[in-house]
Structures are given as C-alpha cells and as structure tokens.
C-alpha cells in the first residue's frame, strides 16, 4: 500500500482487494481480476481449484513474497505450504521476490524472477540525536510472533546491562517482558509514533536463528533503525547479514559475549554511534528507499503488461 500513490503518479491505476475472509472475497477478486491488465498476488498462495480459476481470468498474473512461506514458521520443511508455493510461482508470468534466498527458491518453478527488496519510506524517519538524558535505550520493533527472537537475546542484554549505566530495552510491539533484571520500557506499536519511538533511541537490536524462516525475512526492523540514523546490533542471519556493514553501520555478532561487547562499545562512544547511525541511513536511502525499490517494481508490472500504463 505504501506504493499506491506511486502507482498512480506512474500512469497505473491500482486497486487494493483481500482475497483471505471467505469466498465472497475470492469471488470478487475473480472477477475485478478480468477486468484488469496484470494482477499482483501478495504473499498469498491459493489451493488449487481458486489458483486454476485466478490464472484462467487473470491477462497477466504476478506474485510477490517477502517470507519463506513454503516452510514451517520454525524454520522446519512443510510439504503442503511448498506445494502451494511452487503451483502459485510455475504459474505465473513474473514473481518478486524480497531477498537472494527467496529469489533462488522462486526460480526452481519459474525463470522470470525479479528482486524486489523490503524498503522503508524515509522521509518518514528523523535522525536519531543519538543522546539520552537519563538512559542508553536499546530498541527492539515487532510483534509476538517474533518475540522468541528477543527472548533468546535476553542473557546478552543483562551481560549488557550489568557494563552499561543507565541501560534500558525499549520494546516497541505488541508486549512486554517482565523479570528480565534490566528496565525495559513497553510501548504499543502505533504508526504515527513508531519513527519518532526509533529516533529516541540509541542503539537498534536484531536478533535472529539462522533457519530458512529467518533467511526468508528481509530485515525491515534493521531498515527503520538504520533509516531512524541508529547503530545496528544483529545475528549474521539472512538480510540482516547483507544491510548491516560491520564497523560502518553496525556489529554482526554471534554469541552472548559479542553481543554484549558490541553495546558495551556503543554506549561507550557516543561519536561512534553517530558515525554508523549516518552511514546506515545513506545506506538505506541509496539502496532500501521506497524510491528506488518501487522502480524494481514498476519494472516488473509494466514489463508484464507489455509496457501499458
């Protein structure tokens, strides 16, 4: 949705439709689907017979992904959620994929493959002051379905906070996390608040498994740190490992002593902080803008329907 007035501003007229809820939103999608020139599927695989009848009524079918959706969210192998995904991909005529990973798994099924990475808008992030009167904030963005990422970095944080005066964890999600012996600061994700919360803060955290789940993601939480001018502190694991450039814009670490020596470095050199926390946001807007991913993508729509606008 974040493309939309893109879109339009291109010569395109876009329309949004859910396609999940039940089948009078298949049903409908159907049939706006043969009144259009191309159709770009989001993230959503169709069992068969609604694939077949999408593919019948679509003049130019697309499919864009940013997740490993073909396996297990525990990173496992899943024969149904594969099977889904490669009828969805050998059938249609281009797919978008958010990362290498995904980009090679697509093009087992289908050649025409394009990558599209995640992007962040970034006008919307202010740089961070990278100053804190009373704490050093460490920030996490996300939701529960990533908080056993967090949890795992719990043992790192507390080697953190015992070297680090005025350590605290700001979460910025959906929950909290209570006995951890370290301040941690709860704030509900809220749109309009979620840029500024990041700017406030000093140093951004991304703790990560090495799985295929984790290496289908695309590092957006190291995106809005890097685009909101902070340090990034991350596992070596998927995108993360390739926006995050060691000693320029962040530390890549394994293990709880490096993660602790990573942010006991950090809150120790304010001037560092400020160094990588620029350096990371040229690197977004050079490479992870919504500008420039959304010209990737106006590439595939447009070379799909054979130029139209």
């Avoid at 350590?167 to 999600?173: C, P």
């Avoid at 500024?196 to 000093?202: G, N």
């Avoid at 560092?272 to 919504?290: F, P, Q």
Wanted: proline share 4%; net charge positive.
């Amino acid at each position: 949705m974040q493309f939309a007035e893109r879109f339009e501003l291109a010569g395109i007229r876009a329309r949004h439709m859910s396609i999940a809820g039940g089948a009078d939103n298949y049903l409908q999608a159907i049939r706006a689907a043969k009144r259009v020139d191309v159709v770009l599927v989001l993230r959503k695989t169709l069992p068969w017979p609604l694939l077949w009848a999408l593919r019948r009524a679509a003049k130019r079918l697309v499919f864009d992904f940013d997740d490993a959706i073909f396996s297990n969210s525990d990173g496992s192998p899943s024969r149904t959620r594969m099977s889904r995904f490669s009828a969805m991909v050998a059938c249609c005529d281009q797919v978008s994929a958010g990362n290498a990973f995904l980009l090679d798994m697509a093009k087992q099924f289908n050649s025409q493959v394009t990558l599209v990475p995640t992007c962040v808008d970034t006008a919307r992030y202010a740089a961070s002051s990278g100053e804190s009167q009373a704490f050093f904030d460490v920030v996490w963005i996300g939701s529960s379905s990533t908080r056993k990422y967090l949890e795992e970095a719990v043992p790192a944080l507390q080697l953190a906070s015992r070297q680090i005066p005025g350590f605290r964890l700001k979460i910025i999600a959906d929950f909290s996390l209570d006995g951890v012996g370290f301040p941690v600061m709860p704030v509900p994700w809220r749109l309009d608040t979620e840029a500024m919360e990041l700017a406030a803060s000093q140093v951004g955290i991304a703790p990560m498994r090495d799985d295929d789940w984790s290496r289908g993601k695309c590092a957006l939480k190291v995106l809005q740190y890097m685009a909101a001018g902070l340090p990034v502190v991350s596992s070596p694991a998927g995108v993360n490992a390739e926006a995050v450039v060691p000693g320029a814009t962040g530390f890549l670490v394994r293990g709880d002593a490096e993660w602790s020596e990573a942010l006991v470095s950090l809150a120790a050199d304010a001037a560092m902080c400020r160094r990588m926390g620029h350096a990371g946001r040229l690197r977004v807007e050079k490479n992870y803008s919504a500008d420039v991913v959304f010209s990737r993508l106006l590439g595939v729509v447009l070379g799909c329907a054979g130029g139209k606008g």
